[in-house]
């Protein structure tokens, strides 16, 4: 199994521009996780899905942010406009049921 | 709001030696799960032990569990220096319309030094 797929790995953008995540999670797998970490606050549950339906978004910083799962095998986090702050580490993970989460390699969103 | 809170921040230890690492939690858990995170890597996921579980091994790892105190701890015997990196314990509880969440703690940061 490839396990859970992020891209890019790597972001470098300028503030206002649109910024589009993107993550392929373990076939078999009903459950999507995004997460974004920063030295500052830790590891932030942003929002998750469970059989491609949104469950939780009260982590979603603001309306700037969205997400989507129009299958069970891909979703996308999309930020528009970005801002500095939303520099960090943006970790999508997926597991089957109520046990393991497995994680993505991450992207790393720099915002200039 | 953090769920699992970990102690300590951070810990350096020799190689050969013991490492703890303790969490502690707030809520009633379906299970405990830990993970560690090598630097500028993603989480890997290590050991879950469930609420009606007390102690957990795997491989050099043991895992305990109190749910009277609402809290757990990881050791990993005998450390080598490629054990150095974050550990982060994540509370998997109800969040409602059928579906758990998991909810991760700040890390305690690990340094095992040959």
């Known amino acids: 199994d490839a396990g859970v797929i992020q891209s890019p790995r790597h972001e470098v953008t300028e503030m206002g521009q649109e910024v589009t995540l993107r993550c392929k999670p373990i076939?078999?797998?009903?459950?999507l996780f995004w997460y974004r970490q920063t030295m500052m606050r830790g590891l932030e549950l942003l929002i998750y899905?469970?059989?491609?339906?949104?469950?939780?978004d009260s982590g979603m910083p603001e309306d700037r942010f969205s997400a989507k799962m129009p299958n069970a095998s891909f979703s996308t986090l999309k930020i528009q406009p970005s801002e500095p702050r939303d520099s960090a580490v943006y970790f999508c993970?997926?597991?089957?049921?109520?046990?393991?989460?497995?994680f993505g390699p991450g992207t790393r969103l720099t915002v200039l | 709001s953090q769920q699992g809170e970990e102690d300590p921040q951070a810990l350096s230890i020799q190689e050969g030696e013991n490492a703890t690492m303790n969490c502690s939690y707030k809520?009633?858990?379906?299970?405990l799960q830990w993970y560690r995170q090598n630097s500028g890597r993603g989480l890997v996921h290590l050991i879950l032990?469930?609420?009606?579980?007390r102690e957990k091994h795997s491989g050099r790892l043991r895992v305990t569990l109190d749910t009277s105190k609402k809290s757990s701890s990881l050791l990993i015997t005998a450390s080598r220096a490629a054990d150095t990196a974050s550990y982060f314990c994540?509370?998997?509880?109800?969040?409602?319309?059928?579906?758990?969440?998991?909810?991760f703690g700040k890390g305690t940061k690990l340094s095992v030094i040959p």
């Open positions: 994540a509370t998997n509880a109800y969040s409602g319309a059928g579906s758990y969440q998991l909810t």
């Open positions: 899905f469970n059989n491609n339906v949104p469950i939780d």
């Open positions: 993970a997926s597991r089957r049921g109520t046990d393991t989460q497995y």
């Open positions: 032990i469930r609420s009606n579980e």
């Open positions: 076939s078999g797998h009903n459950s």
């Open positions: 809520t009633s858990i379906n299970n």
